[in-house]
């Protein structure tokens, strides 16, 4: 039997809540800012909670840029991306896990090799497609590069090919084809890593920058990050109330969505470390 | 082999590439041959609004140039490197200490995960405009606390309280304080994720090991060196790479941060990458520079690869 | 939960999914190809919450009047207007009309981006003979009217009466000198409420090539020889114009450091919130700082006065124009709107807003523009500012150059590099820029 270290385990609880506090404060700033009357920031006063509550703040942002057009876009293409890559993912996973056909181990190392690719090369030969195919400002420049993704295909096969060989060969004696293996038998038993990996889909779509801002002109087509951004551009360091306001409109989304889902997340999060 | 197992291979190849054909297709449309292609866009001066011109390897020239003989390249490098060298050893250690502190299992500890785990899911963008309004020299929440801490002091019998510090760093708008800002600010962002890492592989450590040390009365310090630091290994090493990788990458968070504001001092690669291809819409350039950042993200990778697989094989 | 159900579930959403991504791909395109006589015109422009609501009160004006029109106002802040343009271009996917600086007309319409308007103009009788004469040459590129101004500006210089006032310095009037400037900044850069720190400034630091080039034209210098073919950047004139500011930047130290403006707010903000007493800028300021207070909450008091001068009197103008996509689909329908938006009566609303002058001499000498129930109560500044107003020397590559010079600025007034040395260097990049013809 042993002892637990009380003391040791009191100053570890108290470490733990001063970097809880820590992570939640900007929070509450960001809350609290946006509650403020713009002119409080420049008045030397000003404590830590608001003078009043200024819910217009909220409004102005949203009317300022389109925010209910940006809610909708990034709702729109996360979902979309998210679906897709399951897809594009278990069927790849299937194959590499279930299958035996020549070169498959090769292929999958190439697979994983893309892998390697930073975004950064990448984006500049992309956008130039979009320009070419016309798809600037389209939701097909936000949704279709992004439909197929090695990362997926390794997680889920690391994932499927914990499954026991035994329940795939009873399908195949009851004359199952490999189409009715997969859905039958592996999708189901993957329901854990299926929604793992949607969620580290859907967060990483959702809270895309850098594609977006190149690729997205329009105001009414933005996302969320870069709509948030241009309501940066329009009020800058000058209207630091509406500016908060704007960015708690975008965040709490993914926030809600998170306390909901926290399982799945950071299961998610946790197989991205795994390593075979 | 027989008859009968070439023919379950025939069948299986082509059903596989029923299964392989869109991740294959996708991965080949947009991952493999952008890569050529931002090789080619390499070779070429171009502002999208004109014809390219082939121009060989003069971006190459340029980059080199600019490299070793002007001073915006060369900044914008020590800027990379310096954000990486800062933020990848105070994430792991901090991330650390949490993740073991979590490991206690005390109480409340799943509502510590999601507190640490806010930043890794808000958008980054929120975060750095609220980031940008806490570093406010003079209304943010920083530069107030700093301010309001006092020391006492003796001074004519009495005891007096001073302000500790009388002159609170510029943060952002300062040459010196920029970069500490946001290497501050990213390391906060990421502190969850890399917890919940830490957290995974520490839960993956056998209890017999640390029962082995204790009946050899090692010490709770000693029993991390020996067992717990050794056995994370994989996991640091994992997390250093993704971490230097990302570092080399940063991008949003000085884009929202700086907005506005001079960035000299806090100007990264993949920054300078963006503004000559969609600024300056010089995209042969832009796109040598990203080239050259593949290489060296190439050769971190292959590198955590090649330690991965000495380390695997001698089953340290 | 049956997974045979969830999985063909999923199958049906991907293929709703297709539809979808094809039915908005589809939609992008039924904005060109109309049916019926709905037309969707696209009108881009840099305006910020402020500007929107005149534009929209004219904007529905208009719709009135036309009643099978629809306007989307894509608004994208200033910083990235130009940028997200040429994206637009190259894709494409650019609006049908836009709003343009006239520095940017000559770079655009070189690239065949811009429709020609010589031609339209005469058709339907524009009356360009009726803008104020430096306006045409402004709009023009190679002889062919590009741009209509939505409103034309010079640069006055505002000030805050209180702080003349106070510090016991006279207002700005006609003649006065760079030394007086200088002399009204000293005594009115200070810390007024004994906290250590400076919290008011006289004025602050350009931060592009028109808020240096009228220093220079005082000065008689210029930034190019008259055929544009040589930079004249590093000229001896140039060089002590801008050195004077920066002195003011550094060695006088009355125009506010990026830190100092970073917290107090910068550009206009610092002017607006009582913290600086000269700003210059264009009429636009009007805008914003009639409804401005100061730091005891109490409405500025500010008035407009003339630029300094040295050697000879000069300010710079600066047009905001609207453009019409070349060949664009719905160009007869932009055309109208544009008309509308830069004839007299889009020109007499927007003189009633305060942002900028009339192009037509005939409002700008009426009440909409001289309205004295409004500050400033020198409205008339800004039209005798026009007899020594220039634009800017412009040719294709000036939108390359003003972004090397912009950060070359940067530069010369936050890192405070050297002026002579920057300059020398500037000039001969520029020289090699437009050699290589970027």
């Given amino acids: 039997m042993r002892k637990r270290n009380h003391i040791a385990d009191g100053a570890a609880f108290i470490v733990l809540l001063l970097v809880g506090l820590s992570m939640l404060g900007p929070f509450f700033w960001m809350i609290a800012a946006s509650l403020r009357d713009k002119t409080e920031f420049f008045r030397q006063s000003g404590g830590l909670f608001p003078s009043g509550m200024h819910w217009e703040n909220y409004l102005n942002a949203w009317t300022t840029v389109p925010f209910a057009n940006f809610l909708w876009n990034s709702i729109l293409v996360s979902v979309i991306v998210t679906f897709g890559q399951l897809l594009t993912s278990s069927f790849a996973a299937y194959a590499f896990s279930r299958m035996r056909f020549p070169g498959r181990d090769g292929l999958f190392i190439a697979y994983l090799a893309t892998m390697m690719v930073p975004t950064q090369v990448t984006m500049i030969p992309l956008f130039i497609l979009m320009v070419e195919l016309k798809w600037v400002d ?12 090695a990362y997926g295909c390794f997680l889920l096969r690391q994932f499927f090919m914990t499954i026991p060989k035994e329940l795939e060969d009873a399908a195949t004696i009851d004359g199952a084809g490999h189409w009715s293996i997969y859905h039958r038998v592996i999708l189901p038993l993957s329901k854990p890593a299926l929604s793992a990996f949607g969620a580290i889909a859907f967060l990483g779509s959702w809270n895309n920058f850098l594609w977006p801002l190149i690729v997205i002109n329009r105001p009414s087509m933005k996302t969320l990050p870069i709509g948030l951004q241009s309501l940066q551009g329009f009020y800058g360091d000058g209207n630091w109330s509406v500016l908060m306001a704007g960015a708690v409109i975008a965040a709490l989304p993914m926030i809600v969505i998170f306390l909901f889902a926290q399982r799945h997340f950071i299961e998610g999060i946790a197989l991205t470390g795994i390593k075979e | 082999m027989n008859a009968f197992s070439n023919r379950i291979v025939r069948r299986d190849t082509a059903v596989a590439s029923a299964f392989l054909a869109p991740s294959f297709i996708g991965l080949l449309v947009f991952s493999v041959i952008p890569i050529f292609g931002a090789l080619v866009v390499s070779l070429l001066q171009w502002d999208i609004l004109t014809p390219p011109k082939y121009v060989g390897l003069a971006n190459y020239v340029t980059l080199w140039e600019d490299l070793t003989k002007g001073d915006t390249l060369k900044r914008v490098l020590v800027n990379t490197v310096y954000f990486t060298a800062a933020t990848v050893p105070l994430s792991m250690a901090i991330s650390l200490m949490i993740a073991l502190l979590l490991n206690r299992k005390l109480w409340g500890m799943a509502a510590f995960r999601v507190i640490f785990f806010l930043p890794s899911v808000t958008s980054i963008v929120a975060l750095s405009i609220v980031w940008r309004l806490l570093y406010n020299p003079e209304h943010g929440l920083i530069n107030k606390m700093l301010m309001a801490l006092q020391i006492p002091w003796v001074s004519n019998g009495h005891i007096t309280f001073l302000p500790l510090i009388t002159n609170p760093p510029g943060w952002l708008g300062s040459p010196q304080w920029a970069m500490p800002a946001i290497i501050i600010m990213s390391v906060w962002t990421g502190l969850g994720y890399n917890a919940i890492l830490y ?111 000495r380390w695997a094989s001698t089953g340290s | 939960m049956r997974y045979a159900q969830l999985i063909a579930g999923c199958r049906l959403f991907l293929a709703g999914c297709a539809v979808l991504t094809a039915a908005f791909g589809l939609a992008g395109c039924a904005r060109k190809t109309a049916g019926t006589d709905r037309v969707l015109l696209t009108l881009a422009c840099w305006e910020g919450p402020e500007g929107m609501e005149s534009l929209t009160k004219l904007l529905n004006r208009y719709k009135a009047q036309h009643p099978n029109v629809d306007i989307e106002v894509q608004q994208v802040p200033g910083t990235q207007y130009y940028q997200r343009l040429k994206i637009q271009f190259a894709g494409g996917v650019a609006p049908d009309i836009m709003q343009l600086a006239y520095d940017q007309l000559p770079t655009f319409a070189d690239r065949k981006t811009l429709h020609p308007l010589n031609a339209l103009i005469e058709r339907d009788k524009f009356p360009v003979d009726k803008m104020f004469p430096q306006l045409p040459p402004a709009l023009k590129y190679k002889g062919e009217f590009y741009g209509l101004p939505r409103g034309w500006t010079t640069f006055c210089l505002y000030y805050n009466k209180d702080m003349f006032r106070k510090a016991g310095v006279p ?52 930034a190019f020889t008259p055929d544009m073919k040589k930079c004249l950047l590093d000229s001896p004139e140039a060089i002590e114009a801008v050195q004077f ?189 437009q050699e290589a013809g970027l």
């Fill in chain 1, 138 to 149: 389209s939701y097909a420049a936000l949704i279709v590069p992004f439909l197929a993704t």
């Fill in chain 2, 199 to 309: 957290l995974a592989g520490l839960q993956g450590i056998g209890s017999s090991y640390y029962e082995a040390a204790r009946i050899d009365g090692a010490t709770p310090w000693q029993m991390f060196w020996a067992v717990t630091w050794p056995l994370l290994s994989p996991t640091s090493l994992f997390i250093f790479t993704m971490s230097v990788i990302g570092g080399f990458q940063v991008f949003t968070q000085i884009y929202m941060m700086t907005a506005g504001l001079p960035t000299p001092q806090t100007e990264v690669y993949v920054y300078q990458i963006y503004t000559q291809a969609f600024t300056n819409f010089r995209l042969g350039y832009a796109s040598a520079l990203a080239f050259a950042l593949f290489i060296v993200i190439l050769i971190v990778t292959l590198g955590q690869l090649a330690i991965t697989r």
């Fill in chain 3, 171 to 222: 207002f700005p009037r006609e003649g006065w000198t760079w030394d007086d400037f200088l002399d009204a900044c000293l005594k009115m850069t200070k810390d007024t409420n004994g906290d250590g720190r400076i919290d008011q400034f006289g004025c602050d630091a350009p931060t592009q090539m028109d808020g240096i080039m009228y220093w220079i034209w005082q000065n008689g210098g210029r």
């Fill in chain 3, 245 to 433: 500011l920066q002195d003011c930047q550094y060695k006088y130290k009355v125009f506010p450091s990026p830190d100092q403006a970073q917290d107090l707010g910068g550009g206009s903000d610092m002017f607006r919130n009582g913290r600086q007493a000269m700003f210059i800028q264009g009429r636009w300021g009007s805008l914003f700082f009639r409804t401005a207070k100061g730091m005891d909450g109490k409405p500025l008091d500010w008035d407009v006065g003339p630029v300094p001068m040295r050697k000879q009197k000069a300010t710079v103008l600066f047009a905001n124009t609207y453009v019409l996509r070349r060949d664009g689909p719905n160009l007869e329908e932009a055309w109208k709107l544009m008309q509308f938006l830069t004839g007299p009566e889009g020109q007499r609303h927007q003189a009633r807003t305060g942002r900028d002058m009339p192009s037509f001499v005939s409002v700008a000498n009426s009440p909409d523009f001289l309205d004295p129930n409004y500050p400033p109560d020198n409205d008339r500044q800004f039209l005798t500012a026009a007899e020594y107003a220039r634009p800017l020397e412009l040719n294709p590559n000036s939108s390359a150059i003003g972004e090397l010079m912009r950060a070359e600025i940067v530069q010369m007034f936050t890192a405070k590099k050297d002026v002579a040395k920057t300059l020398r260097s500037a000039a001969r990049r520029i020289d090699k820029l």
